[in-house]
């Protein structure tokens, strides 16, 4: 199978600067190195918007998502483009709302499939404008993909859920997915309106305590069982899942996270299955790190996925 990189360099969704660098980091630190990984795939570099970043905000609930439409639209298509040509998209971000782009993309391929998403975050990313406490869109898009929308704490502005609609729609105007094809792993920080959606729907979790009792292999069959009326599967990566004494080249590390060698066990299994479609990688901020020591750790980890995704 052909391989594409994607950089999804938007940092838009963030609370702290710097995510948009990712990329840049990881060829650095290929370099350093002696990496070929970026020898393996051909490359898209999509144009971010985060010049919006320096402009007024007018959304205090979902900051600047004005500028997400065009960026997230661009990456829902380069998704799709790939796919449809059988090219793997692995995406590296910037921060997790370039979810919303590469998830919409891999539904918009395949519209008539079931799509299970594994997301392999600190945090569940659950809240929408109406609950969110820091109004930075990277704690939104799993709300935003199956359409949940929860009343809350804050009175977002009609501009705000008007956009927040638009992107809703990209690829395909539909959920992208059902609560019960959804799994987190290592999740372990989430606000009180986060869990009544998770127990609501009875969302899978498996924590980071369940994976080392059961073994990172058993959490991948597990996972791959839960989702087996899926078509099709998309793996979410954020290097919070990772434990901040790998790196804290993060914008939110959490304590009590994945080893090296259990978040390499878990991506190399969910890409061995063929149903696996798309890969996002995302967080890796080298503004907030020491020695780019953030992207050196997850370049060891993404190595081993090209040879088994080019073998498929």
Known sequence: MELRLIEAASEIGAGKRGASMGMAALRVAAWK???????HAEESILRDENDVLYE?????NAHHIDGLIRFESDLAYEVYRYLRNNTFPIVVGGDHS???????GTKMAFPNDRLGVVWIDAHADLHSPWTTPSGNVHGMPLALLMHIEKKGRNRPRVFTMDTWDRLRKIGVSSP?????DLVFIALRDYEPEEQAI?????????????????GADAVVRET????SACDRLHISFDVDSLDPSISVGTGTPVPHGLSLDEASTLLSGFCRDQKTATLDVVEINPALDTNNAMAEAVLGVLEPLFPILRGR
């Open 98 to 104: 370039i979810a919303i782009g590469s998830v919409s």
């Open 198 to 214: 998770i127990t609501e729907y009875g969302i899978k979790v498996i924590t980071v305590d369940d994976l080392r009792q059961r």
């Open 176 to 180: 992208k997915l059902l609560p019960s």
């Open 56 to 60: 007024d905000d007018n959304s205090p």
């Open 33 to 39: 190195l002696g990496s070929e990984l970026f020898g």
């Open 224 to 227: 791959l069982a839960h989702l």
